[in-house]
């Protein structure tokens, strides 16, 4: 596996995991690579930081609790602020997911809950989704 940071058009920076080089330009070339945050197919490779491993006898600095969780603050803050841009539709988001990824219907941010397996089939599929990193509680349930 290859990872590869990408960026839209529109300037939106994002990981997406290749099988290999080729794998990744073969889905390029087939309009396969969307960007997740808008959609837009027009997708080029972002400048990356070499991997370059850490000597054997030095350890990397742990981060300290607080900034852990103002780390994860920040990350549940931008979340939220997505998800007010976006439309809960509930059990049916692998149904919507790969409608508008067909052209069947118009594209628009949506979110809402897939099992595993309908998962795994909209990413063999090629349709650009991705797991929240923080649980969402379905609009009906909030208090």
Known sequence: MIVFDLRCATGHVFEAWFASSTAYAEQ????????P??????IEK???????????NSRPDTP??????????????QQARMLEKSTWVG?????????MHEGEA????????ASLA?????????????PLPFPV???????
């Open 118 to 130: 309908e998962a795994k089939a909209l990413v063999e599929e090629g349709v650009p989704v991705a």
């Open 28 to 35: 390029q070339e087939a309009g396969k690579v969307a960007c």
């Open 46 to 56: 972002a400048v990356m930081a070499p991997q370059i491993p850490a000597k054997g």
């Open 91 to 99: 059990t049916a988001f692998a149904e919507r997911a790969r409608a």
């Open 64 to 77: 300290s609790p607080e900034a852990i969780r103002i780390a994860l603050a920040q990350l549940a803050g």
């Open 137 to 143: 509680v379905p609009p009906k349930q909030v208090n």
């Open 37 to 42: 945050l808008c959609g837009d197919r027009q």
């Open 106 to 113: 118009p594209v628009a941010q949506i979110h809402g809950q």
